[in-house]
């Protein structure tokens, strides 16, 4: 086999074979730097199914017991396959999919064109007959973006056929690769290493669905892990989960297209064992089901008599015995709600940027971006969506092992496999409710160099106080390692391994230890903090900073891995209950460091220099304006508000630092979240959502006021919402939660005739509400999201102010391992916040017992509101 496979003369394409071991000697890059002239014609047909191997594998798969047999999904595209599913995707009033997707890309084209770079890479997987691809081209030829773009699919003469339907282009590139997903994903990852060219894939027609959802959230993963680098782009096509009855008719239409793309299978698998009676399709019929509560069609062959097929190999001859009714799996197509998407994206290390629906809203195309870092949420809630519990299968019965619990073969070689992301929501050896893992610890250490050495310029910032209360940039850069270090050799942590000596140089402990955080009436009231130098020539090199931050950051990863280890040999997480203390610290300096990060992006806003985060993809707005497309300034109505009974609540949790080492396993926290207590509250009602920039805007607009929150920036005579991608102007960030000090806020309630809830009526709010809409922590995105009047919005974009005082309570004690870290404030001046904004980590935001505050009149803080009555 050539590497180059023919194709038709002067289209403008070439294909690339890349189903043997020749395609390694070619650089892909050398391929696309050239338009190379298209080679001679041929009528050959050839697929990338011309492997003795499929022969194995199809026995293999039939010869299982009654109800666990199955046919390989990639039978149905041979040339006729693809043929027929074309046709398929052209009955627009059955199959809705495809006319949906092309309703999409018609509309939305030029947005994701707009994230393009010049000199980029496009990837279809799957491509198929491309008329969806040619909207996308198209718009990319309009903006003259150099672009070059291969269609990845299994049959060189559809490809042929398509590439040559797309016609010439002056900004395209076009390159067909002739081979399956296996072999593209390598292929790609060895070709295309330079991390300068943007990298993006097109995954449409709902090819995902294809895959039960473990299987998506492992081909996601595994190409997200070889393929991509941050900054790259991944569009894919999801069906939402429809009325059963137009999706039972999409997957077997009334012209009966669909059954003999099906049984066009069976006509394929005689091909590949060359027999044409090896399987007689008159024997079977199409069975189609669709399983509403698990969002799948399932397609399967059901036999109509008994039957025995007979095959022999020069290994071993094959008697198989079919039932009458026996159900053959063939394929399965899994639907998705937005709160599915997330999860699957996220185990896959994906982040959302934006999604669109067609005019009917049956179907969505999502784009998704590979970031710097993705910090693990809701790891609950994407476990139950890759291993749903047996139970559900009883509810929609069906006599297939592939269906049920055959889902569950993929179990092990997950839980095997410490490098994929869900692994540690499989591994009871590792407390993850409790401790962070070295994972969770590489991912912050990523957003923090991300912050601090993206965005912030080390040759004219570091010395910046854009909050005078605070310590300049440098400050933090050192706090961070010198805390944790501190830390682990103050409470001997890692004394099992050795020399718990502080850090050299150990000078830096003294420098770095604590920061500030003075009364604001009186700055020069302050809790005890270090003493730091006066003049920026007296400050140690951010080099040697660095390297200091280095060494420690290897010091904790060694003691992870000895944990990892130990965790491994006693196979339960029995290991940690003599090791509570240290997993403690372990813990808190989490945390500490998670707070931080939020708390320098809120001083890097302040500042006019901050630099946008290297490898995220812009905020749509930032698009829009480029178009100078403004809307109108239209603040939202007045928030719905939701009426809940009085009662008592419970609120903190239980979590002791004197019984570590005496107890079980549990929840840590800080201070003051423990102990769980109770207290008693009114009926009250409160509003949906937290109160908006419009609002507000409307708010200073009313009274004359001049309390500018200084979140804000006023330029111009215009108003713009500060954010990390520079200033935004306030008719797009209209709808975004305002964020405030507790004084802006309480002002903006009287005069709205409410007053801001308390800490327990937030709680007992949070938890009588349910959201579809994923909470925006843990830079889902990179500033607040729009909120609307019909969705309930209960966390996330900012934390809430409460108007609960920040003070002592019946049960408090101090801590031990950290004593100023609440009492410090205990000064009549503090209120309770709650939640998480989009740059708290979901560790933080997602654990109901946890407290912050802040100042009344500190107004840098990622907080909002909403009132109550």
Known sequence: MSYRAP??????????????????????????????????????????????????????????????????????????????????????????????????????????????????????????????TQVILRAIEKKKVHVTYYALDLDQHELDKSLASLGEFQYVQLYGLLGTYDQGIPWISKNFTNSNIQKNFLWMGSSIGNQNRLESAMFLRKLQRMCMEPGDLFVIGFDKRNDPSKIELAYDDSHGVTREFIMNGLDHVNHIMGKDNFINRDDFDYHSVYQEKQGRHLSHYRALKDLVIQYKTPQKEYSIKI?????????????????????????????????????????????????????????????????????????????????????????????NDESEPFGYALNKAWPIETLPSSHEWQELWKSWDVVTQHMLNHRTMLFER???????????????????????????????????NLTEPASFADIFERGIDPDMDDPTQCHPHSEVPTEESQWPSVDSILAYQKKIRQRLHRLLVFWESEAFKTQSSNWIDTRQRQARIVWMCFEHEAMHLETLLYMLIQSPNVLPPKGVALP????????????????????????????????????????????????????????ERQVSIDSFEIQTRPVTNGEYFQFLQETHS??????????????????????????????????????????????????????????????????????????????????????????????????????????????????????????????????GSWATHPRIAERRSFRNWYQAGYPYVFSGFRLCH
């Open 466 to 500: 854009p909050i005078a209360l605070r310590h300049p940039f440098i400050f933090y850069l050192g706090h961070i390692p010198a805390f944790l270090d501190i830390q682990l050799s103050r409470h001997l942590v890692d004394e099992e391994l050795g020399s718990t």
């Open 323 to 415: 039932e009458k009714n026996e159900l053959i799996h063939v394929e399965h197509s899994y639907k998705y709600s937005l709160d599915e998407i997330e999860r699957i994206l996220t185990a896959a290390d994906l982040n959302m940027v934006n999604y669109w629906s067609d005019s009917k809203d049956q179907y969505r195309l999502v784009l998704a971006e590979n970031r710097p870092f993705i910090f693990e949420r809701n790891l609950e809630q994407i476990h139950q969506l890759l291993f749903p519990p047996k139970e559900i299968f009883d509810q929609e019965p069906i006599n297939c092992h592939h269906c049920n619990e055959g889902q569950f073969d993929l179990t092990k070689a997950v839980e």
């Open 620 to 675: 749509s707005w930032k698009l829009l304006m480029r178009h100078n497309e403004l809307p109108t300034l239209e603040p939202l109505t007045e928030s719905p508000l939701i009426k809940l009974s009085g009662g008592t609540i419970s609120l903190g949790h239980d979590d002791h630092e004197s019984t570590d080492n005496n107890s079980k396993v549990h929840e840590f926290g800080w201070d003051n979240e423990s102990p």
């Open 706 to 835: 001049d309390l500018i929150p200084a979140s804000w920036l006023k330029q111009d005579n215009q108003i713009f919402v500060k954010t990390v991608f520079g200033p935004c102007p306030l008719v797009y960030a209209q709808n975004w939660p305002v964020q405030t000090s507790y004084n802006e806020a309480n002002a903006y309630a009287q005069h709205r005739g409410g007053r801001i809830p308390s800490e327990a009526e937030i709680v007992h709010f949070r938890d009588s509400v349910t959201t579809e809409k994923w909470a925006n922590i843990g830079f889902e995105n990179w500033s607040p999201t729009e909120v609307s009047n019909e969705k309930i919005h209960s966390l996330g974009d900012v934390w809430e102010w409460t108007s609960t005082l920040w003070d002592t309570y019946e049960g408090f004690e101090t801590s031990q391992i950290y004593p100023g870290y609440s009492a410090d404030f205990f000064d009549g001046k503090h209120h309770v916040v709650l939640g």
């Open 7 to 132: 194709s038709p003369p002067s289209t403008g394409y070439n294909i690339i074979d890349i189903r043997g071991p020749l395609f390694g000697k070619n650089n892909a890059q050398d391929v696309a730097a050239i338009r190379p002239p298209s080679p001679q014609s041929s009528d050959n047909s050839e697929d990338a199914f011309n492997s003795s191997d499929l022969v194995n594998t199809i026995l293999e798969s039939l010869d299982e017991p009654v109800n666990h047999k199955s046919i390989p999904t990639y039978i149905l595209y041979d040339k006729k396959g693809l043929q027929l599913f074309d046709q398929i995707t052209q009955l627009d009033d059955e199959y809705y999919l495809t006319g949906a997707e092309l309703d999409i890309l018609i509309q939305k084209s030029e947005e994701i064109v707009d994230r393009l770079e010049d000199g980029s890479v496009i990837f279809e997987l799957g491509a198929g007959a491309l008329r969806k």
